[in-house]
Every structure is written in C-alpha cells, then in structure tokens.
C-alpha cells in the first residue's frame, strides 16, 4: 500500500515508478523491446510442438478436494480423453494444477505458461512442459496462440482479465469460432445476470451472449467444444522440431 501524501505528493515505491513516471529514456526504451521480443521468442521456442490445446483458467486459490479444483480436474481429463487435445493452463496451483493434473492422470498431455509473481504463483508438478514469462500480456498472447478452447472456472481478478480480454478478441473477430465455456453456474450467477442487464442496455448484442456456454457438466463443457471445432476447424498435425535450431517437442 502506498504511503501517505508527502509535500502534497504521493509516495510512490521504486518498483511502481518504472511505470508511472511516463516516458524513460529511448535506450531504456529500447531495451525493454528487446525484452519483449526475447519473451515472445522463449514462448514460441517453448509451446510450438505442444499440439492443439485447450486453455483452462481459473484461481490459484482452491485445493484439492475443493469442489471447483474437482472439477476443473474431470474437465481436463476429458479434454485429454475424449478430445484427444493437450491442457495449457497458467502454469500454477488451484484450478490450473486440477486440469494439468486431470490430463495427466487420463494419460494425455499437460503443458503451462506461468508468470513470476511475489505470491501464489509457482509451477504445479503435473506439467509435462512450461514456460516462465515475465510480464502477463505476453502470457496472454500465448495462452490465447496455442488455444482452440477456452474454459473458464471460477477465479479473481487475474482469471477475470484473461476472460474479458479472450471474449473481447472473439467478440471483435480477431480470432473466430473459438468456444469459450464457463464452469461454475452458481459462482457466475451474477455475472451472467449481469450480461443480460448489458444486452438490456444496448453494450452489448444478443448474439454476444452465443458466445458463452454457462454449465456445470465436464461433459456438455467437451461436448459442446468437440462441436464447435468439428464444425469450425480441422486440427492440423504440428511440424517436428529442427535439431540444428536446438528445438525441442
């Protein structure tokens, strides 16, 4: 938390400065690009042999036995056994863990994109392959690159923007036909009420509200997945890795 006002002015700790103080330095600048472009570059390296994924998100915070971590755990089974399609998830433990976990236990494959955070976030023991990112856009983008699938357990603030920010790249066609399913009817109760306040008032379409399967069945969430991609994709077989380039599957 920040200190109180000093000489009328806010006390602003280091960290937090680097990106509130405006424009730094163009070599400053330019570094940080590289940054970025060597973030993206590890990603591509890292989940580029990983095959066709379906990303589970959801919060760090529910443990085993919890009823969402149970869940989220069925589903991930599924995705590997009825699917035939590798879990991604964040990497970390809670939901993320339960579906990597669910992957593992059904004999499929378990891949994750963690973040480094100061708390919650460590990687989770049933990931066949991940990658530690830096900062969360990047995560995002490669979250959203490997996917044809999105499903949505309950979760907070982090889980929410990774909802919003896929269902709006759907939504404005940056990437299309790609199912987007939401587990957790009572935890979203409110939100999908509050969807149809949105559509009463004219912010959003009737046929944006297509675009989410509200359920609590692993099985109509695969089934209504297996579906949409039946209807919309054909799933092409990935290259192999090139020895000279040092890749890896």
């Given at each position: 938390?920040?200190?109180?006002?000093?000489?009328?002015?806010?006390?602003?700790?280091?960290?937090?400065?680097?990106?509130?103080?405006?424009?730094?330095?163009?070599?400053?600048?330019?570094?940080?690009?590289?940054?970025?472009?060597?973030?993206?570059?590890?990603?591509?390296?890292?989940?580029?042999?990983?095959?066709?994924?379906?990303?589970?998100?959801?919060?760090?915070?529910?443990?085993?036995?919890?009823?969402?971590?149970?869940?989220?755990?069925?589903?991930?089974?599924?995705?590997?056994?009825?699917?035939?399609?590798?879990?991604?998830?964040?990497?970390?433990?809670?939901?993320?863990?339960?579906?990597?976990?669910?992957?593992?236990?059904?004999?499929?494959?378990?891949?994750?994109?963690?973040?480094?955070?100061?708390?919650?976030?460590?990687?989770?023991p049933y990931l066949?392959?991940?990658?530690?990112?830096?900062?969360?856009?990047?995560?995002?983008?490669?979250?959203?690159?490997?996917?044809?699938?999105?499903?949505?357990?309950?979760?907070?603030?982090?889980?929410?923007?990774?909802?919003?920010?896929?269902?709006?790249?759907?939504?404005?066609?940056?990437?299309?036909?790609?199912p987007i399913v939401?587990?957790?009817?009572?935890?979203?109760?409110?939100?999908?009420?509050?969807?149809?306040?949105?559509?009463?008032?004219?912010?959003?379409?009737?046929?944006?509200?297509?675009?989410?399967?509200?359920?609590?069945?692993?099985?109509?969430?695969?089934?209504?997945?297996?579906?949409?991609?039946?209807?919309?994709?054909?799933?092409?077989?990935?290259?192999?890795?090139?020895?000279?380039?040092?890749?890896?599957a």
């Amino acid at each position: 938390m920040n200190k109180p006002p000093q000489n009328g002015r806010p006390f602003i700790n280091r960290n937090e400065e680097v990106w509130l103080d405006g424009p730094k330095s163009r070599g400053f600048e330019l570094m940080f690009l590289f940054r970025v472009v060597w973030q993206f570059i590890k990603g591509f390296r890292a989940l580029h042999f990983v095959g066709p994924c379906v990303t589970v998100f959801g919060s760090a915070r529910f443990h085993a036995g919890h009823r969402y971590y149970e869940e989220a755990r069925k589903v991930g089974g599924l995705i590997a056994s009825d699917l035939g399609m590798t879990v991604m998830t964040g990497g970390g433990p809670g939901i993320m863990e339960a579906a990597n976990r669910g992957a593992r236990e059904a004999g499929g494959k378990s891949v994750g994109c963690n973040i480094e955070l100061p708390m919650e976030q460590h990687e989770n023991p049933y990931l066949d392959k991940f990658v530690t990112i830096d900062f969360f856009f990047v995560r995002k983008v490669l979250l959203a690159k490997y996917s044809y699938a999105f499903i949505i357990l309950p979760g907070g603030f982090g889980t929410m923007d990774e909802f919003f920010e896929t269902l709006t790249l759907i939504q404005t066609r940056k990437v299309t036909n790609f199912p987007i399913v939401v587990m957790g009817m009572d935890y979203y109760k409110p939100l999908q009420e509050y969807m149809q306040f949105m559509y009463t008032q004219g912010t959003i379409s009737a046929e944006d509200l297509k675009l989410l399967l509200f359920t609590d069945d692993p099985k109509e969430a695969v089934e209504h997945i297996r579906k949409y991609l039946d209807t919309n994709y054909q799933v092409k077989k990935r290259s192999r890795p090139v020895w000279w380039l040092l890749e890896r599957a």
